[in-house]
Structures are given as C-alpha cells and as structure tokens.
C-alpha cells in the first residue's frame, strides 16, 4: 500500500547538520516549524514550507519537496569558484592543420 500525505518518505534521507536525517514529509515539516522566528520567515523556508504542504496534500513528486528543503538548509552557504580546478573540456589537441 502507498503511503500519503505527510507519512511520505523521501527517496533519500536528508542529512542535517547536526548529524540527524529527515527521513518522512510530517519530520521535514516539523524541522521548519522549529526554527527561530527569523529564520522561519525567510523566504527559501517559506518556499520549502509551501513544497512540502504540496507534495503532501498533491501526491506530487517527494524530490520537489526536498529540493526546497535542501534550498533552506543551505541558504547561507556561498558557493566559490575554485579556478584550479579549471580545465578545458577539449584537452591539448593539436589542429590538423598544427600537426
């Protein structure tokens, strides 16, 4: 039988910070209910929050759900390039006309 609405698992836990993983919808939810006012309010919360309450209520896909988790979770993080990690795709060909 198929579970539904907030009894839904993720295909994949979430992992938090803290070492605990998210593992059904109703433990996502509860997650951001918990947070601190402030960071409640923020808007990639609140689109996580709207993710959840769609996926749960709509049957849709969990991975949106988690997509917008993830989004909230990882608000704060900056991401940088690394330019050593920079290569060209092409290698050091040599043109037929070089050769």
């Given at each position: 039988m198929r579970r539904s609405g907030c009894s839904r698992q993720f295909e994949d836990p979430i992992s938090l910070p803290d070492g605990r993983q998210l593992t059904t919808l109703k433990q996502a939810a509860e997650y951001i209910i918990a947070l601190p006012k402030t960071e409640h309010d923020a808007p990639e919360w609140q689109?996580?929050?709207?993710?959840?309450?769609?996926?749960?209520?709509?049957?849709?896909?969990?991975?949106?759900?988690?997509?917008?988790?993830?989004?909230?979770?990882?608000?704060n993080v900056e991401r940088v390039f690394d330019s050593s990690r920079r290569g060209t795709h092409w290698g050091k060909r040599k043109l037929k006309r070089d050769q």
């Open positions: 689109a996580a929050m709207e993710a959840l309450i769609l996926v749960a209520e709509g049957g849709g896909p969990t991975m949106l759900a988690r997509i917008g988790f993830m989004r909230g979770l990882n608000r």
